[in-house]
Each structure stands twice: as C-alpha cells, then as structure tokens.
Nanobody, 128 residues
Framework: QVQLVESGGGLVQPGGSLRLSCTTSRFTLDYHAIGWFRQAPGKEREGVSCIGSRRGGTYYTDSVKGRFTISRDNAKNMVYLQMNSLKPEDTAVYYC?????????????????????WGQGTQVTVSS
C-alpha cells in the first residue's frame, strides 16, 4: 500500500512558524500533484495548498495566502509546506496527499477524491 509520510507538526505560539515535510519511498513525488489538506475537530477536511507536477502551478486557500508556501526538493523527494504567521484557527491535523495519475496540475480548489495516496497526518496546534 502506497503511503506518504508527513513530519514537522507540533505546538507553536500564535505568530510562529512551522515547516511540514512530506515524502515517500514508493515513487517520485515530482511526477505527481501533491496537496496539503487539514482537518480540525468537527470540521470537513479542506484543501490548504497544492503544487502541480514538474513544478506546475500552485494553489492556496484564501485563509493561508501570503502566510503558507508550498515547495519541492526533488533531490530529497520531499514536498514542504512552510507555515508562517500561524493563527489559532490553523490548528488541525495536516495531511499530505498525492494524485496517483502523473503529470497533472492541481484543481482549483483541489478535491479530496483526486488524491489517492495519503499520509497518516501530523498535528499542528497554535496556542499561547
């Protein structure tokens, strides 16, 4: 079973920063659109950011624009989500996900059903 692995979550004060990482040993991430989703307690899982294959276009949900940045490190087969100026409402479990079909860009917004490979999630808590 293909699995992605996230890391980098934790507890941070409002205004702080975290960088989430996503990787897998099963395929080359650069060939696939990669999305970051989050789910807060009692809420639907929402698409936060996405990067298309081969450094394709990026997507950010309105609430994180200007604060979050998605990027790739192809040498390490990693996708990152740099999160700055964090707010309590960013508190959630964050998941990375991959579109199993190669050579595709992100939807606008990205939809859960487009992503067939998921990680286990990493908790991000923003609190003073």
């Amino acid at each position: 079973q293909v699995q992605l692995v996230e890391s980098g979550g934790g507890l941070v004060q409002p205004g702080g920063s975290l960088r989430l990482s996503c990787t897998t040993s099963r395929f080359t991430l650069d060939y696939h659109a990669i999305g970051w989703f989050r789910q807060a307690p009692g809420k639907e899982r929402e698409g936060v950011s996405c990067i298309g294959s081969r450094r394709g276009g990026t997507y950010y949900t309105d609430s994180v624009k200007g604060r979050f940045t998605i990027s790739r490190d192809n040498a390490k087969n990693m996708v990152y989500l740099q999160m700055n100026s964090l707010k309590p409402e960013d508190t959630a479990v964050y998941y990375c996900a991959a579109d199993p079909a190669p050579e595709r860009n992100c939807g606008n917004p990205p939809r859960r059903y487009e992503f067939g490979y998921w990680g286990q999630g990493t908790q991000v808590t923003v609190s003073s």
